[in-house]
């Protein structure tokens, strides 16, 4: 097991320090002089001297890379020509318009993803295994039937229609929930749950759908083993089956995927966030791209390039506990 985590360890490191040279390749190296974007259009050229200089982009190319890294992992002293500003690590830089850390930036907006990515996968696991396992155990019946439909429906409807309809229904016509308007959890956690129902309900009835095809398919080739039969013909029973051998068995895939979606969760709510006015990473990244702001979306792309890949590790450890079959791979 130690050498397992050892080898998912290296390869994270690795696929990371690969991301960090695509992006600042991307849009450092990309046609645009940075200091320009920084100082805007109306800068003189003895400024943008300056600023070239503040930023090290007189430095060669190699070295740039490496105070971009170095900044990362040990922090970065920034000149303000008057003063020196420390950025402690893992430091992203400095926003070209307001002159703001990146990582505070990142601090400020990350609760907001954090609160609607983790909330969501609680609810559409709940929906999703739990309607999976009702198909599987009703197959052929007209409840098997109703509720593929329903999946059927989830997955194809994207996700702001269902928050249309939801915001329509729960706030407009029965008046039940008001408009949504994020609360942070630490100024009144009552609020922070009620406005951030309608978001999870949104993402939860879009990624439930494909969790209960998934759960569903993995329980009825499961319950076709001959080792189920065999447990059958001994005299256990279902409720033992079911719950000790083939849902166990059947939340392995399970297992994978939430992890990997809790990942990409991190940057992919971006309508359900501009939908329910969530001001997290997502909203933040369209709005840094309008203003060319480079800093904030590396930094803003890195997190979420370290999010999918701690997310990833993270489901092979849980992938290899479920089935230690994947640790002697």
Not at 100 to 129: F, H, N, Q, R, Y
Not at 156 to 173: E, H, K, N, Q, R
Not at 246 to 272: C, E, Q
């Amino acid at each position: 097991m130690i050498r397992f985590l050892l080898r998912r360890t290296v390869s994270a490191a690795v696929v990371l320090l690969v991301l960090a040279v695509v992006l600042y390749a991307v849009f450092y190296l990309a046609p645009g002089d940075p200091a320009q974007l920084s100082c805007g259009p109306k800068c003189s050229p003895a400024q943008l001297v300056q600023i070239r200089e503040q930023m090290g982009l007189n430095d060669s190319v190699y070295v740039q890379f490496w105070h971009f890294l170095q900044g990362i992992v040990t922090g970065h002293d920034y000149s303000t020509g008057t003063s020196t500003v420390h950025c402690s690590a893992p430091c992203f830089g400095q926003s070209y318009r307001t002159g703001e850390l990146v990582t505070d930036i990142l601090v400020a907006k990350l609760p907001a993803t954090a609160s609607l990515a983790i909330g969501a996968m609680v609810l559409w696991l709940l929906l999703g295994i739990g309607t999976g396992v009702l198909s599987a155990l009703r197959r052929g019946r007209p409840t098997e039937r109703l509720l593929t439909g329903l999946t059927l429906a989830g997955t194809a409807t994207p996700v702001f229609i269902i928050g249309i309809l939801l915001l329509m229904l729960f706030c407009s016509v029965l008046q039940w929930l008001p408009y949504p308007s994020y609360v942070p959890f630490t100024d009144d956690p009552q609020q922070w749950a009620w406005n951030l129902l309608l978001p999870w309900l949104a993402l939860a009835l879009v990624e439930s759908a494909k969790y209960a095809r998934l759960t569903r398919s993995s329980m009825l080739e499961t319950l076709a083993e001959d080792h189920i039969r065999t447990f059958r013909a001994y005299g256990v029973s279902e409720r033992a089956i079911i719950g000790r051998h083939a849902l166990r068995a059947a939340l392995t895939p399970v297992i994978a995927l939430s992890a990997l979606d809790l990942g990409t969760m991190f940057g992919g709510a971006l309508l359900t966030e501009s939908l329910f006015n969530v001001p997290g990473l997502g909203q933040k990244l369209v709005q840094s791209v309008e203003l060319k702001d480079l800093p904030v979306v590396v930094g803003i792309v890195l997190v979420m390039g370290f999010a999918v890949v701690i997310a990833n590790a993270a489901a092979d450890v849980l992938y290899a506990l479920a089935d230690r079959r994947v640790v002697l791979a």
